[in-house]
């Protein structure tokens, strides 16, 4: 009787207890977000064996949240039949690690997940950079076998430049601030992730999934963290990730559609559009040792100046702005949020700007604030931006001229995308002096390693200078993040400034991407 009673008691406390784990260490959604979790989601109302599991995969500094916080994707999956899953790379743990980290841990989790399902086909739904962890798992961890199709919503398979402009000697003393200097981070730049389409496009493993991609071209609302980044985007984008980029050569493109970065994972906007090809089998046909075709280079515009450091109380930056611009948007992206900018003009005394401190939530400056000014009809002349705080900061002056002399200066590469000449047609008096009134500063910083299995990001960056106006990248293997400075005169006498920010990536034989 006693045993009994005893077997009882044991079987109604562990019916009692709530449903936070699974058979097997798998959480509930939301009840762990640890890196390495997984989380198997409420069983539909009828379970479908020819529907496939849906796994979650987060993107950068992300964690399994992002899709049922504030959104109903999950629950739609639910309603739609779907069984689900989700998992935590290391990003939920607040360090984010580059793809081929990522990529291995969610080898495994993919592992765990099929065996649970019973060697049931998944279809993986990747967000952001969790497109790119997803091939690395599929295609260099081998996990291909398990999965069937795959949609990735906005992935940067071609990097961002906002992870360029991250690892900028500009903005290096805020990323590091707020701790977006990640190896996340430094892998997305687009000299880095060139190299990784050139080392992963033609391998055959390719070929054993069907990819579908949904991108984004609305940069709105005005002055928001995704309005500034769009400034830094080469083509159409959601203010992170360009369409271009969004693109892989062999996935069928479902979408291009009106959301921002932030709106494109929703379930709202884009389940019902992806969701018939959760079961379709085949993308597009694709040969995985075809010839790829070469993602066009654009040609930006130098319309941008940059400025940043340190900032122990005080902080002042000085700029130049030329006659005959338009308008100009002064961005203060600061650690620390401020309620005016103060602003000095050529002529007439300093002004305080009432401004609204706004959160970055691009994912690469994730714990910045963004205050924006527009000035229209600016006078030519010297002008000075000052904030002052009482905690330790750091700060990035951005400043985005509209300006006829936009289109008429720009840093464009050679073949080898080795060197780089700076092109200007601003129809100066004559050729003496234009060679005499224009002068170009480089800062670069240095990463080395292959960029394969992690081997290089994460070291410590080295720096080095190069003046005149041209720019020569060594041989030396690894990322090469270049800060370039042009400054010079117009015709009429007056002194202007922009930055050029890029990446490039420089393989064993001295092949540059």
Known sequence: MRKTLSLFIAVF??????????????KTPGNSLV???????EAPAYIDSA??????VQGLTNDSTV??????????????GYETAFVELNDSGGTPKSYWDNG???????????AHFGGKKLVIVAFSKGGVDTQVALIYEGKYPLVSNVITLSSPHYGSELADLANSTSLGWLASLIGQNSEGTQSLQTGTMNYFRSITDSRWEVAQNSYFSLAGTRTGPWFSAYWFGSGFISGPNDGVVSVASAQLPYSRSLAVGNWNHGEINKGYNTLSIFQPYLTTQRAAAFSAFSMMEEKEEKIKPLDTLLRGGEQNGKASESFFVEDGAESLVINWMSATPHETVTLKAPRGPAKDYEVTAAEDDTMFFNGAYHHTIEITDPAAGKWIAETVTDQKSAYALMITFDSDLNDQLALEPSDSKRNWTLKENIGLKNKAQRHADIKMFSEIGFTPGKGKKNRGIGQKIRTFKQSGKAVTLPSEKGTYNMTVEVEGTTPDGQKFQRTVIDSVFVDEEGVAY
């Open 13 to 26: 406390l562990f019916l009692s207890l709530p449903s936070a784990a699974f058979a097997g260490g798998f």
């Open 35 to 41: 890196p390495g979790t997984i989380s198997i989601g």
């Open 51 to 56: 529907k496939p599991a849906i796994v979650f």
């Open 67 to 80: 899709w049922y916080n504030e959104n109903d994707m999950y629950s739609r999956a639910v309603t739609a």
């Open 104 to 114: 291995a841990m969610l080898a495994g989790q993919l592992e765990e997940i099929s």
